[in-house]
């Protein structure tokens, strides 16, 4: 059971400055960090004889599969954007764009990359959301929803790839597989503390307040476990707040689940293309999926930019094999594929901004009542282009009723009607006059007279010769 708590939730207090940075100076930094990371694979290749490997396999290599991968690693960027969308389409009012968007997941992959275990990623997101126009409380809710969501995403993925392979990677690798274990294990207890923050602020307070007294106690200065008290307080609450008002919008968070398991799934699929790209056509996909994933968990728990180290031994330990002789060239690619060449290419989307103040909702009701408008316009002319052959049957049908109608009204007052198209239809050929001048001419025009004596007929219009 959640708990609840009686108290007003102050806006989590970020320096959005802080968060952000400098992008120029930390695209340099990147630039400088990349380029060591590369030649480091130079050396590594040269100094292990493997050079030789290497260009025999780019030879060979299919270009087609290689543009798939590159393909798979496109849609994970766009399945990341569109989670966000998702995100700010909650909010009627929020100012911030596709292209506000787009230069938020750029943030987080690129500040992501260079910071070790991706620490820099979500401050790096705040500070963009926040320069797009969105408060700063929002902002803090809209990442930290979308950092529980992918979390959840790489726990669940994880659970499904190791109970359907697990097996067959102890039978190929033995106690080596404990470390995924081991890493699998840490984001789960990653994702239960977020679980604990948001469903049970109280008792998380209570015990962060006891470790913040223990650590005064062994000599803190008093001042800075006061701020470390009031900062608990107000962003615990706060996170808790946001994520039940998130969460309360169930559809909207099982359909970002959703997308983050594919994005997730696109991601894994990457090293099976570029193994079919190296012509190995006999590997199980869902295998090179557990593999790759296994290579996130062990890559994410190294407190090196980009996971430097850790995903190099995950790719050897466990995705080497399938390559084979062409591992040094699929490892290289692979790392070109999903961090050199997203890091190098989110540095220029980085001070990307929407044209406009409208927000996704306003737009997305907008097209939905065009379209809406224009359906409707179809239909209607559809609908008069049927009923304009109808029009003159139905009008005669209505008149002819309208004057029975009148006829059998006056039939007590003895008044002349006027019977429609001459009469032709009626029983004894009727016609009906408007005055005593018509009713003169009865050669071109037969009366009646309605009184309360009976109806009375021109003995002339029985003479006429029926037609």
């Known amino acids: 059971m959640p708990e609840s708590s009686n108290h007003i939730s102050p806006a989590p207090q970020v320096d959005a400055q802080i968060a952000g940075g400098d992008d120029h100076k930390m695209a340099r930094r990147g630039a400088i960090f990349i380029g060591i990371v590369l030649m480091g694979y130079i050396v590594y290749l040269v100094t292990t004889g493997q050079v030789a490997q290497f260009w025999d396999a780019m030879r060979n290599v299919q270009v087609p599969w290689l543009v798939v991968a590159c393909l798979c690693m496109l849609l ?29 997941e750029a943030s987080g992959i690129f500040f992501g990359n260079l910071t070790p275990m991706m620490m820099g990623s979500t401050p790096a997101q705040i ?38 392979r697990m097996p067959f990677f102890a039978k190929q690798y033995g106690d080596i597989t404990l470390l995924c274990v081991f890493s699998f294990g840490g984001h ?84 099976y293309f570029l193994m079919l790209a190296f012509g190995h056509h006999d590997v199980d996909f869902f295998s090179v999926m557990a593999a790759s994933a296994f290579v996130q968990l062990l890559s994410s728990a190294v407190p090196l930019p980009g996971g430097t180290g850790g995903a190099e031994g995950g790719f050897a330990l466990f995705l080497g094999h399938f390559y084979g002789s062409a591992a040094p060239a699929g490892y290289l690619l692979w790392r070109l594929i999903t961090f050199i060449a997203p890091t190098i290419l989110a540095a220029p989307l980085l001070g990307l901004k929407s044209a406009h103040n409208a927000s996704i909702h306003d737009r997305w009701d907008r097209t939905i009542a065009k379209l809406g408008r224009s359906k409707a ?8 282009s049927e009923s304009s052959s109808e029009q003159p049957m139905n009008i005669s049908a209505e008149s002819t009723e309208q004057k029975q109608a009148a006829n059998k009204a006056a039939g007590a007052s003895g008044e002349l009607v006027e019977s429609p198209q001459g009469a032709a239809d009626a029983p004894s050929s009727e016609r009906a006059v408007k005055n005593p001048k018509a009713a003169s001419d009865s050669r071109r025009r037969p009366t009646v007279r309605r009184t309360s004596g009976g109806i009375t007929v021109k003995p002339t219009e029985f003479k006429r010769p029926r037609t």
């Open 76 to 104: 994970y960027l766009i399945f990341g954007i569109l989670a966000y969308a998702i995100a700010v389409w909650l909010d009627p009012k929020s100012p911030v764009g596709i292209r506000d968007l787009i230069s938020v």
């Open 127 to 164: 500070y963009r959301l926040t320069k797009a126009g969105q408060n700063v409380g929002e902002a803090g809710a809209i990442q930290f929803t979308r950092f529980i969501v992918y979390q959840f995403g790489l726990v669940l993925w994880g659970a499904i790839l190791m109970l359907a």
């Open 188 to 271: 789960v207890l990653i994702l239960l503390a977020i679980f604990a923050i948001a469903l049970m602020p109280g008792m998380v307070i209570r015990f962060a307040h006891w470790g913040i007294g223990v650590l005064e106690r062994v000599g803190v200065s008093r001042e800075r476990t006061e701020a470390w008290h009031a900062f608990v307080d107000a962003e615990i609450h706060s996170f808790s707040d946001k994520f039940r008002l998130a969460a309360g919008h169930f559809k909207s968070m099982a359909l970002t689940v959703l997308i983050t398991m594919a994005q997730l799934a696109f991601f894994y699929l990457v090293p």
């Open 377 to 384: 316009s179809k239909k209607s002319e559809r609908g008069l």
